[in-house]
């Protein structure tokens, strides 16, 4: 089993910063991909970013430019800088695992438990 405890969240005005990290622990062989992850009230679940154990960055289309994800392989952990803030980021933030319990198993997502990013004046 494998745990993801995000945070950083809370209220930022817009054009503000806020940075969020997530943290895994547990029984860890090898966490492959890493990510985030948000979900809007009334909206579903999108990406955000990810980034791969090599360092390989995706954004979607919505925060590029803005936000920057990265990740230190030793600690297991996975960060989300996120500039330029607007109201249209609010959401939970959720941090995502893709994890590996040998070398020839197949990956496992797993999920933390999600931090409240707010963006208003």
């Known amino acids: 089993q494998v745990q993801l405890v995000e945070s950083g969240g809370g209220l930022v005005q817009p054009g503000g910063s806020l940075g969020l990290s997530c943290a895994a622990s547990g029984s860890i062989f090898r966490i492959v991909d890493m990510g985030w992850y948000r979900q809007a009230p009334g909206k579903q679940r999108e990406l955000v970013a990810t980034i791969s154990r090599g360092g390989i960055a995706n954004y979607a289309d919505s925060v590029k430019g803005r936000f920057t994800i990265s990740r230190d392989n030793d600690k297991n952990t996975v960060y989300l800088q996120m500039n330029d803030l607007k109201p249209e980021d609010t959401a939970v933030y959720y941090c995502?695992?893709?994890?590996?319990?040998?070398?020839?198993?197949?990956?496992?997502?797993?999920w933390g438990q999600g931090t409240q990013v707010t963006i208003s004046s």
């Open positions: 995502n695992a893709n994890h590996k319990s040998s070398m020839f198993a197949v990956p496992y997502n797993y």
